[in-house]
């Protein structure tokens, strides 16, 4: 059971083939340049490696308008190159999973331009059609401010063609038939070149009903156990992580209550609570929103992440506490973006201070469920604002002081590297930190294998305790007989902090698993902690004369 839940205790790196490492020198990143850096991720941790959108696109944006869903942009290689990448992950221990966008398609598309040219085309279908513009046209838009409608006039099909998402990327009529089996096959298609899974793109809208007769589109949830159940016969130990941004009692409809949809979801609750936590010094959202999303069937498991390839999304908080991390985290307007979020990167949203950098690594990597970091993260990277909407994170990867940091030996990048300031490429890349120990980068290294040695944390029951601070936050986990117990200091300041473990006796003697230091609770079986400043503790709960009693009971 614990090899085909392999994820439940995982660490996955997500990268985007374009702006990871360039070998052919032509300014773009190809399958070649990131084959050359598996020993640089095999040796930083890693257990998956998540692919950004690598197929065939006219790249309008940033790959999510596919064209060909059988083919790599030849921008970045052949399909000859990827198959020899996902056998050197292989040959590393480390799986791949690519995205999957199957809610819509590029407008160039060979489906579509069938489509929009020829009403009887067979085809025609597979979009969603009406000769009028619907009443509702304006509302529902994944981009605000940016886009203007969900509904766009073809002069080709004399019809308008549905979007949630640019005018570019028409939505596919995922209700038919037709679309569905196609969408197996596409996933039957990668799994055949050695891929271990897929992260679906925008999942509530793939399964949503469509057209312009709907008003209150149902989620049509079978279509998850249909994709779930295809891909454990092609592969058995396969999955998919689905990018469902939902309220927490929508989590079990999209896992299923008996296990039998979705493996993994992102945690957007949890996530936004984490920086709201952050901003605020307040453990209080975020320990109600791990309790608010903690239940799903077993072999569910959560995707846990702190910043990715779009804006931090913080819908979902009050309107004074989505001020509070705009204030602290990007109080400027072209910090922000579609009215929601933050398009910045974690690094200089932290003003590049490494106590809450590790503060908010830590943080993430102890909460339940399995984390996800991004190509950068490991030497916090920093982010070009000048850049439009989400392109300010997503520069090309800084390995060293060359020019371009080494990405790319053309003077023209896909994106120009960053440069001059506290995040340039000059003195932050991955050769410098290398070289020295106590760098972020061999930080992170060590985080990653902290985490795969508390296996407690993917697999077990999750307790949050009380503290005598409500800036401090104190997870324990349970799992086999074992306990795990997590401390962090949200404070600017250090603070002592009184806990009780809740285990009796057992919960007594706490082992520092970073260094090996003990300590022992007071007469009343209360814990005293001097934390510093956005300090962080990893323990294990008991040592070896707690194993051997829990052992005799």
Known sequence: MINDLWYKNAVVYCLSVETFMDANGDGIGDFQGLQRRLDYLSGLGVSAIWLMPFQTSPGRDDGYDVSDYYNVDPRYGTLGDFVEFTHGAKQRGIRVLIDLVVNHTSNEHPWFQDARSDPKSPYRDWYVWSDKKPAN????????????????????????????????????????????????????????????????????FVISEKGAEVKKPKEQFDMLRTFREFLQWRLGDSIILAEA??????????????????????????????????????SR????????????????????????HDELDLGRLTEKQRQKVFSEFGPDKHMQLYDRGIRRR???????????????YSLMFSLPGTPVIRYGDEIGMGDDLS?????????????STEPHGGFTKNDKPILPVISGGPFGFEHLNVAHQRRDPNSMLNWMERLIRMRKEAPEIGWGECVTLETSDQGVLALRYDWRNNSVLVVHNLHSTPVEVEFSVGLGDHGEKLIDIADGGNSKAEKNGKHTLLLDAYAYRWFRVGGLDYLLKRKEV
């Not at 201070?353 to 590790?358: K, N, Q, Y």
Request: with cysteine; aromatic share 14%.
């Open 137 to 204: 046209a304006n509302e529902g838009m994944v981009f605000p401010g940016v886009q203007k409608t969900t509904w766009t006039h073809d002069e080709k099909a004399k019809q308008y063609y549905f979007h949630r998402f640019y005018e570019f990327q028409p939505d596919l009529n995922t209700s038919n038939p037709h679309v569905q089996a196609e969408i197996l096959k596409i996933m039957g298609f990668w799994i055949q070149l050695g891929v271990s899974g897929f992260r679906m793109d925008a999942v509530p």
């Open 245 to 282: 941004n939902v309220v927490p009692k929508e989590n079990l409809a999209y896992f299923g209550e008996d296990g039998d949809r979705m493996q993994m979801m992102f945690n957007f609750h949890v996530n936004q609570a984490l920086f709201y936590a952050l901003a605020s010094a307040d």
């Open 285 to 308: 959202p975020l320990a109600k929103a791990i309790n608010d999303t903690y239940e799903r069937p077993a072999t569910g498991q959560w995707g846990l992440f702190l910043r990715n």
């Open 346 to 360: 974690l690094a200089p949203m932290l003003q590049g201070d490494r106590r809450r950098l590790e503060l908010a």
């Open 387 to 399: 850049l439009p909407e989400r392109n300010c994170a997503r520069t090309p990867m800084q390995w």
